[in-house]
């Protein structure tokens, strides 16, 4: 034998494989046990616990703060926002106790829609009242559902849609900024042709209010709506989709070849709805926080995830399950609701503190867990101690 | 593990190409064992050897211990993971879901929750996303109405059980009824721990060590267990189900994972688990309680729970827990795709319709288990998307009208010879093809429905 082992060792040897006995083995040759005072100890005082410490160290890898940026302009940075929100600064993956969360680690959008939309049920009863207007919408999620931002979407642009133009859908971009005073974020309709013009124009009509203009992208003219955010004093969204290493590429191009400032740059990574691809998309995002918190200064910028995106997952909007095999898929309602919610949590543990969402009670379910993983709610504690009588069931 | 190179591996087996592993060489049976889609007991020759066959066990082991509980089809590993983020390996043994039931409840009641708990089922990619155990939990009455009670439930059930009690005359009661099914033990305290330690030596069972919040003296027991020769061990924390205890419970998890895996620290490397359950000591009211409970489910699942024990059994926890499982657990080195081609649904016909769609494999079981349970016979393609999802792949250009005839041409698929109608129907979502598509391959195309669970009613109004 090449290695002396212990008995102890040799047992643990053979539960590892899941061997309880071993029939007709002999031991041949000297063995030598030697019995340390602890194990002497335990035999006198096998009815005492070996009292023990925990400790574990922190993480010295993360040396790098992710950027912190800026969103919304106050009257007194030559905005007209009754708050602006910053996000990043951290130098730890989200709740981690290796370093302290700077600011709030998870700024809600709800969506706003610049014309009536195709809702899922749940979430369109919340909007019913308001689709006709998008000033009345945004007051809505504001005053009613306590959203931190709004997320102004400019679909009417999109030739397939009512084809507005530019300046008609900016009009839009006034009416809200006038409506509300959160930050906001104003997204084109996801058409890479025309979206450069649409947000050129909205970053316009928007110039001081430092919004997050949606988005630059690989396959749209970026150069362009990167140079409107710069012109007119906006922070600008970096989408790529589900690929780390477009996503570096793209916040290179940004920074080195539009000039584009390290703390106006957000980026959204994509997000894909629970049970339709968020495991890539966790992954990716975890990722990409890790490269940034490990020193790689094109990935360490604050994420956007566009958590509405959980609206797709049929489990979430559908009556019942299409298929008879499957266990009764209980109430709609409740599904998406909880639907929206868990890709959000998702990506709040993977690195992402910005969050589009549509469903209020999603949102607010979001911010109040991911507000306690921040240690700023303290309630009343809980005595777990014998638990498990005292449940109220 | 603390071998990872193949090459380190390779060291310790016998070099002899024998195939009888089913790779055809030592080498790649190493890259097997080291990305674990292998274990070192497919390797006949080693297993002659003790020696060398404990000595790379040993080395081959994963950092956190993985234990089973159960016997039969329904048995449970837990535990057993490498790595602290799923992209650098990938995470093994999905969190095992347990829920509740009672001893006081009424037999009937009581009957109908094990059912649906066991016989829970959703489709998900080609399978069902089941629920693995019932945790059996004493209101404290007496040890008889919990023996009883667990007699019922494995009578009902082949799932796993956890007998749930901090009274060691309690587990002691359950564990008479079903010590052969190796149910889980719940748990020992700093309190019970000389009766429970004893339990655990005496039927061989699984153990959950608990100490409320408290890393000390939750590994002054592991340390201790472990001494008495007692090593399927669970760690619980505690989970708190809210306020700052809550991050505490959350830095709690992440110290104990940390410590097992990046630091090596073996006296704490077992598996953990999270008791969402508790959510429902803080209120009852049904609806937010249950959010609340699928909201620390989620957030556990994501963050190294290994055996999670749950109370609400509506269906909307339900998906949420078994979709979040299924999203960490999923390993992210095998591509989630299907072989793209031209697949038969049910018994097609020459005036069956052609239907188009990713070979994404979550599109394609989607659209597949929809064709089917609408009894549709059809032709379906699943087209070379590099397994992305039709809307993406269409903006992304990997859903193309060249993309599509050449899946036909690989099928050897003649529209001329196969239908009667020369006709194909396009995804919804990729209606902006159909243009370009008709000039390609020169046969009609049409526009489906926008989501596949549409095509049953689409049929009625576009197909005669």
Known sequence: MSKELTLAEVIELLNNVEVEALEGVTFEGDIEIEIDESVMNFREEANKLIESRFAVGTVNEWTTAIEEVTIGATPANGGSRGHAVTVGGEKALPYYFDSEMKNPTCVVAIDVFDMPIQLAKSVRTSYED????????????VSEYHADMIALHLISTDPKRKDASASEASKTVEDVLQAVDVPIIISGSGTHKKDPEVLEKAAEVSEGERCLIASANPDNDYERVAAAANKYGHVLLSWTQLEINAQKELNRKLIKHCGVSRDRIVMDPTTAALGYGLDYAYSNVERIRLAGLTGDKELNFPTLSVSSNAWNAREAWMISSPLKEDSNWGEREHRGLIWEAATGFALALAGCELFMMMHPGSAQLLKKITRMLGGSINEEKTDLSNWITKLII | MKLNSPLQVYKYLPKINCGKCGEKTCMAFASRLVDRSKKIEDC?????????????????????????????????????????????????????????????????????????????????VGHYLKLDMIAVRSTGESAAKFKSCVEKVTEVSTLPVMLCSFDPTVLKAGLEVCADKKPVLYAATKDNWEQVSKLALEYHVPVVLFSEGDLDSLKTLAVSFNRLGINDIILDPGTYPEGAQLKSTFENFIKLRRAGIKESQKEIAYPIMAAPITAWMIDNDPTPTSYLEAALASIFMIKYADIMLLHSIEPHALLSEVYMRETMYTDPRTPLKVDSGVYKIGNPTKDSPVITTSNFALTYYTVESDLSSGRIDCYLASVNTDGIGVEAAVAGRQFTAAKIKETFDEAGFDFKEKTSHNTIILPGLAARLQGDLEDVMGIKVLIGPVDSNQIPGWMDKNWL
């Open chain 1, 130 to 141: 308001v689709m006709e207007s998008p000033s009345d919408w945004a007051k809505k999620v």
């Open chain 2, 44 to 124: 006949q020759i080693l297993l002659q050897d003790k020696e060398k066959f404990l000595q790379l066990a040993e080395l081959l082991a994963p950092e956190i211990r993985e234990i089973t509980a159960g016997v039969g089809d329904r048995k449970v590993r837990i535990g057993g993971d490498d790595v602290l983020h799923r992209h650098q390996l990938t995470f093994f043994n999905p969190t095992v879901l347990a829920y509740d039931v009672w001893d006081t409840m009424e037999e009937v009641a009581l009957i109908e929750r094990v059912k649906k708990i066991s016989e829970f089922k959703k489709f998900y």
